[in-house]
C-alpha cells in the first residue's frame, strides 16, 4: 500500500458546526503533515507530527486542532470555521520529517467549504 | 521573492504536441527537487524526483532536467494528451536535516486542447 487515504472527498460544514478529517497510511511514515490549498496556489504548511507527536505547528489559528491517535492515522478536528477557511486540505506523510524524504507522499485531498 | 518560480503560469497547446515548462530556483544546495502534477481538487502526485547531482531524469512522456550551475529545472512533456491537463508545481527539498519545509513553485496550468 503506496498511497495515503483522506476521508471525506468532500466536506461542506457551517461556522457553528464541528467536523473531524481523516487521513490514514499504512506504509510505516513516522512524520506526518497538514497542508491547507487555496485556489490556484501552493500548498501551505499547517502542522507537522513526528512519531505521532506534533511537531511544528505553523501558527494557525486554534479552530484547526491536529491529532494523531497512533502511527498510521491523522486527523484534523474544525470548530467554529470561517467561510474563508474554505480551500483544499491535504494530508501527506514521509518516513521522517527531513523535508528531503524521497517517500514523500500526498493525499487526494478533502475540498471543505464553510458556508 | 519567491525562493522557486515557474514559468509560464499558464499554457494552452494542442493534443500532440510537446511542452516545457520552466522552474528556477534560488534555493542551493538542496537535497532534491520534484515536479508534481495536480489535477484540479485533487492532491499533488509526484512525477520525477532528482538529487542535485542529477540532470534528467524520465517517467513516460515526462521527463525533468536540472542545471545546478543556472538554478534552472525544467519539465518536457511529450506527445501530449487530453489527461495533460493540470497544474505542475515544482518542489525543492531542503538539504537533508536542515528544514523539515519543503518549498513549492506556484505552479504552471496546463490546458490541453483536442
Known amino acids: 500500500d503506496t498511497e495515503v487515504t483522506q476521508t471525506p472527498k468532500h466536506l461542506v460544514m457551517g461556522m457553528t458546526n464541528k467536523k473531524s478529517l481523516k487521513c490514514e497510511q499504512h506504509m510505516g511514515h513516522r512524520a506526518m503533515y497538514w497542508y491547507k490549498q487555496k485556489a490556484k496556489k501552493p500548498p501551505e504548511l499547517m502542522f507537522v507530527y513526528s512519531y505521532e507527536k506534533l511537531s511544528i505547528n505553523e501558527s494557525v489559528p486554534s479552530r484547526f486542532s491536529p491529532e494523531c491517535p497512533n502511527s498510521s492515522l491523522l486527523n484534523l478536528h474544525l470548530h467554529a470555521l470561517q467561510p474563508e477557511d474554505s480551500a483544499l486540505y491535504l494530508c501527506a506523510s514521509s518516513p521522517n520529517r527531513a523535508g528531503a524524504n524521497y517517500g514523500y507522499t500526498f493525499g487526494s485531498g478533502t475540498r471543505l467549504t464553510v458556508v | 521573492k519567491n525562493q522557486v518560480e515557474q514559468s509560464p503560469q499558464s499554457l494552452i497547446i494542442l493534443e500532440g504536441k510537446n511542452c516545457t515548462l520552466q522552474?528556477?530556483?534560488?534555493?542551493?544546495?538542496?537535497?532534491?527537487l520534484r515536479w508534481y502534477k495536480q489535477d484540479t481538487g485533487r492532491g499533488p502526485v509526484s512525477l520525477t524526483i532528482?538529487?542535485?547531482?542529477?540532470n534528467t531524469k524520465s517517467n513516460g512522456r515526462y521527463t525533468a532536467t536540472l542545471d545546478a550551475d543556472t538554478k534552472q529545472s525544467s519539465l518536457h512533456i511529450t506527445a501530449s494528451q487530453l489527461s495533460d491537463s493540470a497544474s505542475y508545481i515544482c518542489v525543492v527539498s531542503p538539504p537533508m536535516d536542515s528544514s523539515y519545509k519543503l518549498i513549492f513553485g506556484s505552479g504552471t496550468r496546463l490546458l490541453v486542447r483536442p
Open positions: 532528482m538529487t542535485f547531482s542529477e
Open positions: 522552474c528556477n530556483y534560488t534555493v542551493s544546495p538542496f537535497s532534491n
